[in-house]
């Protein structure tokens, strides 16, 4: 009776601080408690998932192989198995035909924002970093309109607005209703 739940976020959109807002919650488990909490990181799973072309939205991925390795991670008695890579936003659909039954929670940032981020960590150009962001946007736009459990969080949301937030993650999912959003 498990349910998976995806975190779909563009990088330096509030990610890694929705898991561990998530992860407080004693039902949760997820795949990756170390640094950035990323699945993709994880032991034999990053020499699939985390390669240069991990943004190619056409990369041909094991998803039942990654499912397998990921189970061994999460904490088979919690509810909730949760993971959070960025990557995942130009493939979702396909995780959705793996793992079911699963929820997805689209996360998005102003793209000023999220630009400057990129610019700033990666010395990307602005135009890189315009298009990058404008990419992500629309992976996020094709989530929404096509995945069947999806809820749109935006990062303001999740850094000034955080009553709210918890509120439409209860919503979505109630079994979040013991989440820590101090």
Partial sequence: DNQY?????????GSTLLNQII????????????GLREGQHLPIVKD?????????PKKEINWTYIHKIWKK?????????LEKSPPNICRAKHIEDEFK???????????????EGSLRRYKRSAKEAA????SYLKYQKENLEELK????????TLTEETNDLKDKLIEFLPYLSDININ
Avoid: G, M
């Fill in 149 to 156: 459990n999806v809820c749109l969080i935006k990062y303001e």
């Fill in 101 to 115: 039954p699963a929820k997805f929670i689209c996360l998005v940032r102003n793209p000023y924002a999220q630009a």
């Fill in 131 to 134: 298009e990058l962001s404008l």
């Fill in 73 to 81: 991670y999460w904490v088979k008695s919690k509810s909730i198995f």
């Fill in 23 to 34: 992860s407080s919650s004693k039902h949760v488990s997820c795949n990756n408690t170390i």
């Fill in 5 to 13: 739940l995806f975190i779909l976020s563009p990088p330096f959109s």
């Fill in 48 to 56: 699939i998932l985390f390669t240069k072309d991990r943004w190619d």
